[in-house]
């Protein structure tokens, strides 16, 4: 780090201050960088993944501006808060932006996360808009969830974010289950169920894993380990705290979750790992500088010179911003200019939410039922052709892949392998028989 | 024991025995016209598919009125096709199977319901035919493997959840209360649950106190889900179809002693209203609800009491949670008064519930309170003595009715 800080010293005083101003941040290139992460990653029945990570500039620059908005969102919802819009239950996730932000980059929104109660940056790395946030926060109309959910239920279905979960633990059986529909429909994606440190020692959650793996289901638990249950220090709660090795028979990696870099290339080896051998536990070391929420102060039970210690030592913004400045890929200022921008968004977004309307009082009981009760057949006769078409569809397109890309491999010695592995791609081990 | 409860109550009653006194100054309607009607009566409880068919004569394929609307149309004779004759549990499993057949989102997990066939059987065979993935057998994980199948559904899955039986259920109250009925509420209807959960429960055969519990009673303050419980084949059969094709998620309720029912049910497909309940019997002077299991003490009352002269209207509620208050309401404004049968424990059943629905709803039409007769709250021994004394009887039945329309 300190390597890092001398480089860029040394880099702002050789280049002359014009070329500087020229260079915008929308014109940011997508050439590769390579760039080691902080610290090694730490597997368990698994060998990690190599520390150099492969970014680009416009990549970096996007990590900065989507942490910086997260940053702001939180620090604002903190305000509203305390001036009493917001009420209820509002868990902060600030400290921990590298971890969503991270994760979003090695994935796509076929891929789902499912989350607890601290969830309001996910939603928006997610796809998620700051009003929608807002608004769903202060429990108004335009609210993600049309202001019937609050902070802990937000929720995007285009996205990929199935939320958003106030019961601790329960929704690690749930994202069990997006896997299992994603094996299902054999639709080549993953699902990233979250947790904290506290929900590790949830029974439900090993009996997912459980499943998960009995099943080869493509599922991911991150464990988000900011240290804290609440109250409750992690080894005041844990006997092994190691939680990237509490899976056993499942593999586990150990990353450094302030490193949205290391983050982005963990959920990438879990993601291919997941799609062809099952489930991999992920363990994010990271950090929350709010307590556990708004009405935990959050000192009681750690000292301000840790909460201090780790901003400054690890905060992920501050490393994105470091690695910019050392490669020259944005001014002091341009950075600045970014966060301006980004509290002005935010500011923005809160002024419109706040026009926002209560919900009506019809939508007391609007929701509790899909339209209405009982036996209106959703599912008619097209729906159903259309279902078995789109399957149909789907295996007829991996069918052509493979022989093409069959045809196009190589012919080794092994003929006999080969034809194995043909064997083995096809329907003799997928229990799914058509 | 059950079939023969069923024979018992299927059987017609010569005209001749039926006793009334007229002194019975409660009572309405003048002789002539209650003979006239109980002999009605009797007749359409004879054949029981008769009065249910209704709805396959005229062409609505997919939904079907169960409930007797008029007395003269009880008259028609055979349906049009002689049906097939199955177990309640085979009505269930090709409810389930058609279900399956006609849309490849449909799934069943649970605890041995693949290799095993299903602990009564009811998935017998279905795993030969569709595979390990799409009818799963789970570990023993309640909790997890239910949340697992509220999620599938969350992204359009349509899974059906076996509770071995109904009592390990409460292993996954979490996930039925706050994932599977709320979430469509608090995403704001973004996520729609169509999820089956269904397993026997009730009180069997000295199953002990912990195999024996009626979780209906627990689970109807859930918003957000809908309660069924079936009770012969021919419904069992339909609302295992209706309840897999609704959006909301359904809890089906079996009853462990009722699984071996015999009937005669329709070749051609038919769907019942999840929100209907069943006119088991008309009748004038008594309205008795009941569901489930508890129909066949009823029907089996329902014999001494019309040998003793009494009409009585017995409906089987058929949904638990919403309740159908349309027919229940016209029973209630025509006998006025109210028995309810059920084998939930006194406190905090869905007799009480029921209870409390009515005396809102319909008290002007009431000509004496309510009885509700509910299983004792106590934990099911296991003495077989004192196992039949915890639930309601016949003989209490009769009592009831006798004493309400004294």
């Known amino acids: 780090m300190a390597q890092l800080i001398r480089r860029a010293a040394a880099l702002n005083k050789s280049l002359p201050a014009a070329s500087f101003a020229a260079r915008g941040l929308a014109t940011a290139s997508t050439s590769p960088i390579t760039v080691e992460t902080s610290l090694p990653f730490t597997g368990h029945n698994i060998d990690p993944p190599s520390r150099s990570v492969e970014t680009s500039p416009q990549e970096l620059l996007t990590f900065f501006r989507d942490m910086a908005l997260m940053r702001r969102m939180e620090i604002a919802a903190d305000s509203l808060y305390k001036a009493k819009l917001i009420r209820g239950f509002c868990h902060l996730y600030d400290g921990q932006e590298a971890v969503c932000v991270g994760m979003e980059a090695a994935i796509n929104r076929k891929d789902c996360i499912i989350t607890a109660y601290r969830d309001h940056c996910i939603f928006l790395g997610r796809g998620g808009t700051l009003l929608e946030a807002f608004a ?13 959910g609050g902070s802990m239920h937000f929720y995007k279905k285009e996205g990929g974010f199935y939320g958003g979960h106030g019961i601790v633990g329960a929704q690690v ?70 939680y990237y090795k509490r899976g056993d028979y499942v593999p586990g990696l150990k990353v450094d979750g302030m490193d949205a870099l290391a983050v982005k290339q963990a959920c990438k080896f879990a993601k291919e790992h997941a799609l062809k051998n099952g489930p991999i536990i992920l363990e994010m ?120 890309i069959r045809s196009r491999q190589k012919r080794s010695e092994n003929c006999t392998s080969m034809s194995e592995n043909i064997n083995n791609d096809s329907t003799c081990q997928d229990p799914f028989v058509d | 024991m059950a079939a023969a409860i069923l024979h018992g109550v299927g059987a017609t009653t ?26 009605f009566v009797i007749q359409c409880y004879g054949s029981l598919s008769s009065g249910l068919n209704i709805g396959i004569n005229r062409a609505v394929k997919l939904s079907t009125n169960a409930v007797a609307t008029k007395q003269d149309s009880v008259t028609a004779s055979t349906p049009s096709k002689p049906g097939h004759e199955l177990l309640l549990f085979e009505a269930l499993r090709e ?19 693949g290799h095993y066939g299903g602990s009564y059987k009811v998935t017998k065979g279905l795993a030969d035919k569709y595979g390990d993935l799409r ?36 292993l996954a109250f979490n996930q039925i209360s706050n994932n599977c009925g709320m979430l469509h509420y608090t995403s704001g209807g973004q996520f729609k649950i169509p999820i089956v959960i269904r397993g026997p429960g009730g009180v069997g055969r000295q199953l002990g106190a912990e195999h024996s519990q009626r979780l209906e009673s627990y689970f109807q303050s859930i918003p957000g889900i809908q309660m069924v419980a079936c009770s012969t084949p021919y419904n069992a059969k339909g609302l295992m179809k209706a309840a897999i094709r609704s959006d909301n998620p359904v809890i089906l309720f079996e009853h462990v002693l009722l699984y071996n029912l015999k009937e005669r049910i329709p070749d051609e497909e038919y769907v019942l209203s999840l929100e209907e309940s069943e006119m088991v019997r008309t009748g004038d002077h008594v309205t008795i609800l009941t569901y489930s299991r508890m129909r066949y003490h009823v029907m089996q009352a329902a014999k001494t009491l019309v040998n003793k002269g009494y009409d009585p209207e017995v ?8 309740f159908d208050l349309h027919t229940i309401g016209n029973s209630v404004k025509k006998t006025h008064r109210v028995v309810i049968v059920e084998e939930c424990m006194r406190t905090g059943g869905i007799g009480a ?43 209490q039945i009769v009592a009831a009715v006798e004493q309400l329309c004294r």
């Open chain 1, 136 to 148: 769903e926060l202060m429990g108004r109309k335009d609210g993600c969830s049309k202001g019937k």
């Open chain 1, 173 to 242: 059986p749930l994202g069990c289950g997006l896997a299992f529909a994603q094996k299902y429909s054999k639709d080549e994606s993953v699902t990233f169920a979250m947790y904290g440190d506290g929900a590790a020692n949830q029974g439900q959650l090993f009996e997912a894993l459980n499943m998960a793996a009995l099943w080869d289901l493509p599922a991911i638990l991150v464990c988000e380990n900011n240290h804290y249950g609440m109250g409750t220090a992690e080894w005041r709660a844990a006997k092994s705290p190691a």
């Open chain 1, 285 to 404: 070391d990271t950090y929350r500088y709010h307590g556990h929420s708004m009405s935990d102060p959050g000192s009681t039970y750690r000292t301000r010179d840790e909460i201090s210690g780790v901003r400054q030592e690890r905060d992920p913004i501050e490393r994105i911003r470091k690695l910019v400045l050392a490669h020259d890929l944005a001014t002091e200022k341009e950075l600045k200019d970014t966060e301006k921008e980004v509290r002005k968004e935010v500011d923005e977004a809160i002024a419109q939410a706040k026009e926002s309307p209560m919900p009506d009082p019809s939508e007391l009981f609007s929701n509790v039922y899909a339209k209405g009760l009982g036996t209106e057949h959703k599912t008619g006769t097209l729906q159903i052709t259309y279902n078995y078409l789109l399957l149909a569809l789907k295996d007829l397109v991996a069918f052509f892949l493979v022989v093409f």
């Open chain 2, 14 to 39: 010569p005209l001749s025995s039926v006793k009334y006194n007229n002194s019975r100054r409660s009572l309405p309607g003048s002789g002539i016209t209650e003979r006239k009607r109980a002999s």
């Open chain 2, 95 to 113: 409810g389930l199977e058609e279900e399956m057949e006609r849309d490849p989102w449909v799934c069943v997990m649970g605890e041995d319901v």
């Open chain 2, 135 to 170: 009818v799963l057998d789970t570990p023993i994980a309640e909790n997890s493997f239910t949340g697992m199948g509220i999620g599938a559904a969350m992204t359009g899955l349509r899974p059906i959840v076996e509770g071995m039986n109904m009592g390990f259920l409460l």
């Open chain 2, 315 to 322: 409906i089987d509620i058929r949904s638990l949670k919403p």
């Open chain 2, 353 to 395: 519930s029921l209870t409390a629905s009515i005396n809102e709803h319909f008290h002007d039409y009431l000509d004496a309170p309510i009885v509700c007769l509910s299983s004792q709250d106590v934990p099911t021994p296991y003495a077989g003595t004192l196992e039949d004394w915890t639930v309601v009887q016949p003989a």
